[in-house]
């Protein structure tokens, strides 16, 4: 059995539009890293984290990659005589609205399961992706998890239990995400949210859901483009992103089908039509955010099938 694995997962897309805790989809890039050596020694540690600017703690159970850890040894019921070293490359920016807390977490137990001889399938796996979501928001979501363990596109139907169904993506659609230079808590943005809604609210919102679905599953642009909105969360969080709506008209107008927040923000989305089409709005929202001097990164991504992958050293 091998003693040492490099293993990845992507950067998620949550919520995406209208599917607030129950969308979500895996980019190409970019994403976390991990390094693992299995020890003869119990415990967990973590040696280093690079990338994080000495902001993310090094005790085991105050850091996704840690519980994850745990939990996996834990499960295999290898805690008592095995331990793990990891060591973490932070490539997603914290507090980004781009899965950061799921991609470390998902893999290190996608890098551990490869060094076991994976005796346990992905969906045994996310339950314990979930539970260290807890440790970075305080509730056990998977909208970002689910994505970045399976990859591709996910709607997450229950969460008692977990019923994770796989959508079919259209193979031209693009993601532009442009990500600011601010940081948004995702405990803090689900704390403004209101715990009651209008019903004529949640039925247009489930008419958009049901649209958005059986668009990815027809193709069909049109459609997709009108089920982008959202009348429950972007109202509320878009308070947290600098010139948000103005950022949503500039893609829209430069081609986007749609513009919406990333998980909790700052991060902003936008699915297009093609890959050309998807630098035209980066350019058109990166021009808005170079003109009021904030800066901001950009990524172009197809939507990721794969997920979590081992790295040859």
């Known amino acids: 059995m091998r003693k040492r694995v490099r293993a990845f997962a ?13 969308f979500g989809f895996a980019m190409e890039y970019p994403g976390d890293e991990v390094k693992l050596t299995l020890t003869n020694t119990p ?14 703690p090094l005790e085991a159970d105050k850091n996704t990659a840690g519980v ?28 980004s609205g781009m899965g950061s807390s799921a991609a ?16 346990l399938q992905r969906t045994e796996l996310l339950p314990f992706a979930m539970e260290t979501e807890r440790t970075a928001c305080g509730s056990a979501h998977a909208d970002n998890a689910a994505p970045a363990l ?4 996910v709607l997450i139907r229950s969460y008692f239990p977990p019923d994770i169904i796989s959508l079919p993506v259209p193979d031209d659609l693009y993601c532009c995400l442009i990500h600011p230079d601010i940081e948004v808590n995702t405990g803090s943005a689900r704390k403004i949210l209101s715990p009651q809604i209008k019903l004529t609210d949640a039925v247009t919102q489930m ?8 668009a990815l599953c027809k193709s069909d642009y049109d459609l997709l483009s009108r089920s982008m909105e959202d009348v429950l969360i972007e109202p ?41 089409i998807a630098y035209q709005v980066s350019e058109a929202m990166k021009d808005l955010y170079d003109k009021i001097n904030l800066k901001s990164e950009i990524y172009i991504s197809k939507i990721n099938q794969q997920g979590p992958k081992i790295l040859e050293d």
């Open 10 to 22: 992507p950067a998620t897309v949550a919520n995406v539009s209208c599917g607030f805790d129950i």
């Open 43 to 56: 415990g967990i540690e973590i040696r280093r984290i690079i990338g994080d600017n000495g902001r993310l």
């Open 68 to 95: 994850a850890a745990r939990l996996f040894l834990e499960k295999m019921n290898l805690h008592k005589e095995t331990g793990v070293s990891i060591e973490l490359i932070k490539n997603l920016p914290l507090g």
């Open 104 to 119: 470390s977490a998902v893999a290190v137990l996608y890098g551990l399961n490869h060094l076991f001889q994976s005796p």
């Open 150 to 153: 399976f990859g591709g596109f």
């Open 207 to 214: 008419g958009n859901v049901a649209g958005f679905v059986a």
């Open 236 to 276: 509320v969080r878009s308070r947290l992103i600098p010139h948000y709506f103005e950022l949503k008209e500039e893609a829209l107008k430069a081609g986007a089908l749609g513009c919406n927040i990333a998980g909790s923000g700052p991060s902003v989305f936008a699915l297009c039509r093609s890959e050309p």
